[in-house]
């Protein structure tokens, strides 16, 4: 947003495929969290909405059994 408003540009709305439970979207059911970062003047559309349980390294449950997080991918981890 602040990249096209720095070149002239008007942001009218938001869009992405899913919406992982922070704001609320057009036509979704997720209300919005205070961790959202799009301002809440603008319409959010998004195809679906994913509302995860999330935690602090304190309160993880995982954590506290001694799990270990993994992030699979090609670079090497």
């Known amino acids: ?7 002239g540009g008007e942001v009218v709305a938001f869009a992405a495929l899913a ?5 609320e979207r057009v036509g979704g059911k997720s209300a919005r969290k205070p961790e959202a970062k799009l301002p809440a003047n603008k319409p959010f559309f998004a195809l ?17 059994t001694g799990s270990v997080a993994v992030k699979p991918g090609s670079r090497g981890n």
């Open 1 to 7: 947003m602040a990249a096209v408003e720095a070149l």
């Open 48 to 64: 679906t909405d994913f509302d995860f349980e999330m935690y602090s390294p304190e309160t993880c449950p995982l954590c506290k």
């Open 19 to 23: 919406n992982r439970g922070f704001c």
